[in-house]
Structure formats: structure tokens, C-alpha cells
């Protein structure tokens, strides 16, 4: 008998009924020299086990290109979890969800020209696939139970179900994973409901659900399709996620601890999503579609993945945890141990942001070289995962005033017409610019386009950033320069700063700084008074987006591993205009009004 076996009769752990109390908690949204505090309030909520995605994109920023240190350090995190006496379910991609940008899918599977299309049996898509694989596998089957590890379990694709109905696909994972030492139980997880279900699951591999509340409903299906499958809820969740400019998401604690508690009284074994939510740090949070089956209605997801989930964003227990506490105590194989407090807080002050220092005049220090074209290409053919694209063109004139129309407007943009500001256009919601006129001689058109999130759920995987065509009236502009500036960690290392004003501060995004003076490090909470849109960065780290103008976050959270004693470099890159610009360090998150 393997050390973890799936009977008809439940789990079994060395030969003993063993109940699967997971909480999901992703070691690539909180910080390593966290990742044991969090893992230990998981313990004291009375969970044992710690479930876990692999997002491709995070560990192959460019192709054959890896990386598994800090944040990405996913052996780390594994030795971790066994330290802390936790068992782990690992879900290893290549797809995973997880409001994480495109799914997890890196970006640059879109300037392939080979790959037709994502997750299926597109062969230059699988040929991907299967070399991150190679990397990937050994890492995680080393801490396999069967090993002398924690791993009980590991998951095949992700709510395959709800997207595509190559099973064949499926069983190329699954075998790919038993080829390269997974010998644990493989499982799938879907939606509980008819195709969603059914187009997910693959013959001798263990299947179970996803859902928030209904648990008999759920499990009542499952035995209907598995008979002879133990219910597992894959995914119970007790909170949800925030789009920018949305009202902010909670889930009622009494109301989730109920729901808990019946998914434990019919028996089953659950994995709550998310126990411990962490940050979308950097550009790494993803986006959703208001129809998922035509990819239309574009909603980019906030910068805070706290979830509602019962350890908070900066590792505090809640309300939550102590009504999930008290359902899971009476499941524990003896007292649970108390939850710790967490890392202190830094006493309140403000820093003023100054030194403006304008995109648009240190273009040269920081773009790509520019790329001409007939048509504006995407970040992705520029070799760019996220940040800024200058699109440069020339409108011929004279005119009269005709609408200008961006066609595939990824995702937002800041419009010049002969330098001067004349809009900004966003995706789905504001793709034009009404009554443009040129005068003879023309005008010279520039647009500056900001990626957000890529979509991570639906038809609308695979997004490709920047613009498609740009129209006047009917006519199609020709002859672009494009020049990309990826942002993302260490941005502000090559920003030449002291740089003297060009005057294009007046009409394009600007780089501000100040110091935080620090005793020691400890956690805070960040606020923009004066700020509209951008990105902040604490000693070269990126915190994420800011856009306080949108909401419903109006804070970012500051972990305090990124802090040292003494000086501390804040840098924000401010897109819409800042006055009175300045960061306030706060001991509360404002994620919105529910
Ligand atoms: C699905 C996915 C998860 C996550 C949740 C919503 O169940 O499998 O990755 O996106 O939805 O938070």
C-alpha cells in the first residue's frame, strides 16, 4: 500500500483514514521569510495540509529561461511546509487560474507563431509545455509522501472542464507527470455541474469539486459521475477577489463557517480557497471577462489578493479564522495551538514624493529600441510582458473632425495629438476619441498604452496587449514606431534620476521619489493622497497598481521583509497626474466598501 492511497472507503495515510483538511496559500503572493508565520496560522486554524499552484509564467519568464529563487522558490516553500508539520497538494499548472495574469500561461507563448492555440494538443503549445515540465517536475516529485516528502497529491491541468474538451490533453498532462517521477494520486478539479464536470475528469484519475456553498448538491453530483471517488471539495470558497472599479467582495463569516461545517459533517475532506490570500505583487495580477464564453466586458483585478480569506493579506487571524477554527477543532487529533500575532507595525508618518522626473524625456534610458512597422505591434512581438508601449504615427491632414477608433485596445491609453493630451481610452469601455480635425501638413498621433492584467478565465486566455489598428473616420493608420518599457521589479534602478525637465511632465507619467526612515522593519499599509494611477516600488521591489481614483483598494500592503533599518527608497511611477503627490504609511488596509 503507497504511503497516501485513495479508496472507496476515503484517504488513507500509512495504512490510517486520514481527513484532508487543506487551506490553499500560494508561495508566490507572500514573501519567503513570511511563509513560515503563515503557514503556522494555517496549523492553529486546525487545517493539515497546504495546498498550492505552480504558475508557469512566474518560473519561465522567458522561454528556457527559469527561475525558482525568492518568491519563485517553490522547493523552499515545499521544505517549509514539512518543517511546519503540514502535508501539501501541489498544483503544477500548466494552467491554474488563480486571478494570476493569463492564467499562469506566459506571455510570450503568444509571439510564437507555432502555437495555434492553448490547452489542447496544439503541438508547438505541448512542445512547451513538455520542456517546462522537465524543469518543473523533479523539483516537486523530491517531496513526493512516497519520498520521505509532504506531497500526498498533485493536480492535472485546472477546471478543464469549463474551458475545452481535448481530453486528450488531459491525459498527455497526466501522463507527463507519471513519466517524470509523479507517483503520488494525480486528481482533477471542476465546477459541480453537468459539462463542467464531466468534460474535466479523466478515467483513473481521482476527481473533485469547486464550489462556495450547496456542498450536498455538489458532492450528490459527484457520486452520480464517481461512485467510487472519496468527495473532496477542491476548492470551498470562503471569499472572492476584487476587479478595479467594483465594489469590494467579503463573504459573511458565520455564513462560510456554516458552509464548512456542513461539507465536514457529510464526511468529505475540503482544500479552503484561500486560507491565506497574500499580493498581487508586481504586474502579476490577472483579469476577468464580464462573459467568459465571448471574452468581452474586460475587469482587471486589484493589486490585493487578501480574498476575504481568514488570515488576513498581512497574516493577522480574523473573525473568519476563529468561526473556522472553532468548526475544524472538532476534526483536530488534539488541541490546536494557538495563532501567533503578527509582525508589528510601523509607527505612522508621511513621505512627500518629489524629483519629477518625466517618462517621456528619459525614453531613451529606458525604452527598447524603437521597432517601425505598418501596423502597431503587440508588447508581446516587442518581447515585453507588461508595462508602457509609446505608439507613434502621423495623421494625414487637413480633416475634418473625424472620430479616431482603437481596435483591440489593450488595455489603456493615453492619447496625443502634435504633443498635447487629448484623452484617454480604455478597453471595451472607451475605445474612441470623438471630432479629431488635423490641419494641413497632418498631426502627429501618439498613443501610450498601459498593459493591465491578462485575462485568466474564458475564451479570452491568451490576451495579447497594446493595440490592434487605429482608425480615423475609416481609414487606417499606417507607418508606427513603437518604443516598450517594461516595468516590474528594479524599475526604478534605471530611471536617471536628477535628469532635467524636458516639460513633458506636464502632459505624460512621471517617476517620484522619497525615503522612508525606518527603525526597524515591520509591516504597513500604504496610502496614495495625491496619486491616481501607477505603480509603487519599495527599494526596487514592486508593490503593484495603484489607482485610487477607481478603487475599491485604497491601499497596498507593505510586508515588512522588504524594509531595512535606516533609509528606504520609495519610487512611484504616477500615469495620470499627480498633485501634492505623497505616500502614507498606515496601520489599516482601506480595500473598499463591500
Ligand atoms: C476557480 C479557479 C481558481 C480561482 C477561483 C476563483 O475555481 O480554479 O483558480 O480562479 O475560481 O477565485
Given at each position: 500500500m503507497p504511503p497516501f492511497a485513495v479508496t472507496p472507503g476515503g484517504f488513507l495515510l500509512d495504512g490510517r483514514p486520514f481527513r484532508v483538511l487543506s487551506g490553499a496559500l500560494h508561495y508566490?503572493?507572500?514573501?519567503p521569510p513570511q511563509w513560515p508565520q503563515r503557514l503556522r496560522a494555517l496549523r492553529a486554524m486546525g487545517l493539515n495540509t497546504v495546498e498550492t499552484y505552480v504558475p508557469w509564467n512566474l518560473h519561465e519568464p522567458r522561454p528556457g529561461e527559469y527561475d525558482f529563487s525568492g518568491p519563485a522558490d517553490l522547493d523552499g516553500f515545499l521544505r517549509a511546509v514539512r518543517d511546519e508539520g503540514l502535508y501539501a497538494i501541489v498544483r503544477?499548472?500548466?494552467?491554474?487560474?488563480?486571478?494570476?495574469d493569463n492564467g499562469g500561461?506566459?506571455?510570450w507563448l503568444a509571439a510564437d507563431?507555432?502555437?495555434?492555440?492553448?490547452?489542447?494538443?496544439d503541438p508547438a503549445y505541448l512542445a512547451h509545455v513538455d520542456r517546462w515540465y522537465d524543469r518543473l517536475v523533479p523539483v516537486l516529485a523530491a517531496h513526493q509522501v512516497t519520498r520521505g516528502?509532504?506531497?500526498?497529491m498533485a493536480q492535472v491541468e485546472n477546471e478543464y472542464g469549463s474551458y475545452g474538451s481535448d481530453t486528450g490533453y488531459l491525459e498527455h498532462l497526466a501522463a507527463g507527470l507519471r513519466a517524470r517521477g509523479v507517483d503520488v494520486p494525480l486528481f482533477t478539479s471542476d465546477g459541480p455541474d453537468g459539462p463542467r464536470l464531466t468534460g474535466g475528469t479523466l478515467p483513473g484519475v481521482l476527481a473533485t469539486v469547486n464550489f462556495g456553498s450547496r456542498p450536498r448538491e455538489a458532492f450528490a453530483a459527484l457520486r452520480r459521475l464517481r461512485p467510487h471517488d472519496p468527495p473532496l471539495?477542491?476548492?470551498?470558497?470562503?471569499g472572492w477577489f476584487d476587479h478595479w472599479g467594483e465594489e469590494h467582495v467579503v463573504r459573511d463569516a458565520g455564513d462560510a463557517a456554516a458552509a464548512l461545517a456542513a461539507v465536514l459533517e457529510s464526511g468529505a475532506s475540503v482544500n479552503i480557497y484561500l486560507a491565506h490570500g497574500g499580493t498581487n505583487f508586481s504586474t502579476w495580477a490577472g483579469a476577468n471577462t464580464a462573459d467568459p464564453a465571448t471574452g468581452a466586458g474586460y475587469q482587471p483585478t486589484v493589486?490585493?489578493?487578501?480574498?476575504?480569506?481568514?488570515?488576513?493579506?498581512?497574516g493577522a487571524v480574523t473573525e473568519k479564522f476563529r468561526a473556522f477554527r472553532d468548526v475544524l477543532a472538532a476534526y483536530a487529533d488534539g488541541p490546536l495551538p494557538e495563532p501567533e500575532p503578527p509582525a508589528a507595525l510601523l509607527p505612522p508618518s508621511r513621505v512627500a514624493l518629489s524629483g519629477a522626473v518625466a517618462l517621456l524625456d528619459v525614453l531613451d534610458a529606458l525604452a527598447a529600441p524603437p521597432v517601425t512597422a505598418p501596423e502597431p505591434p503587440f508588447f508581446e512581438e516587442l518581447g515585453v510582458a507588461h508595462g508602457l508601449v509609446l505608439y507613434e504615427s502621423r495623421v494625414p491632414g487637413p480633416r475634418g473632425p473625424y472620430p479616431l477608433s482603437v481596435h483591440g485596445l489593450a488595455d489603456r491609453a493615453h492619447v496625443l495629438v502634435d504633443g498635447r493630451p487629448a484623452g484617454v481610452l480604455e478597453r471595451d469601455a472607451a475605445e474612441s476619441l470623438d471630432g479629431l480635425a488635423v490641419p494641413a501638413g497632418g498631426s502627429r498621433l501618439a498613443l501610450l498604452v498601459e498593459s493591465m492584467g491578462r485575462v485568466n478565465?474564458?475564451?479570452?486566455?491568451g490576451d495579447r496587449k497594446g493595440v490592434r489598428r487605429v482608425l480615423h473616420d475609416r481609414q487606417l493608420l499606417h507607418g508606427w514606431t513603437a518604443r516598450a518599457v517594461e516595468l516590474g521589479h528594479g524599475t526604478p534602478e534605471r530611471v536617471p534620476w536628477g535628469?532635467?525637465?524636458?516639460?513633458?511632465e506636464a502632459v505624460g507619467p512621471v517617476f517620484l521619489r522619497g525615503s522612508l526612515e525606518v527603525a526597524a522593519p515591520a509591516d504597513a499599509y500604504l496610502a496614495l493622497p495625491g496619486l491616481r494611477k501607477g505603480y509603487l516600488w519599495v527599494n526596487g521591489f514592486c508593490l503593484g497598481r495603484y489607482w485610487p481614483e477607481r478603487g475599491p483598494q485604497r491601499t497596498l500592503y507593505l510586508p515588512w521583509p522588504l524594509l531595512r533599518a535606516g533609509r528606504n527608497e520609495i519610487a512611484v511611477l504616477e500615469l495620470d497626474g499627480a498633485d501634492d503627490p505623497a505616500v502614507e504609511v498606515g496601520h489599516t488596509p482601506d480595500p473598499g466598501r463591500p
Open positions: 508566490f503572493r507572500v514573501l503544477p499548472s500548466p494552467y491554474v487560474c488563480a486571478e494570476w500561461l506566459p506571455w507563431r507555432d502555437v495555434r492555440a492553448l490547452r489542447c494538443r516528502g509532504h506531497v500526498l471539495c477542491m476548492e470551498f470558497w470562503c493589486t490585493s489578493y487578501d480574498y476575504d480569506a481568514p488570515v488576513d493579506e498581512r478565465y474564458g475564451v479570452g486566455i535628469a532635467r525637465a524636458g516639460g513633458s
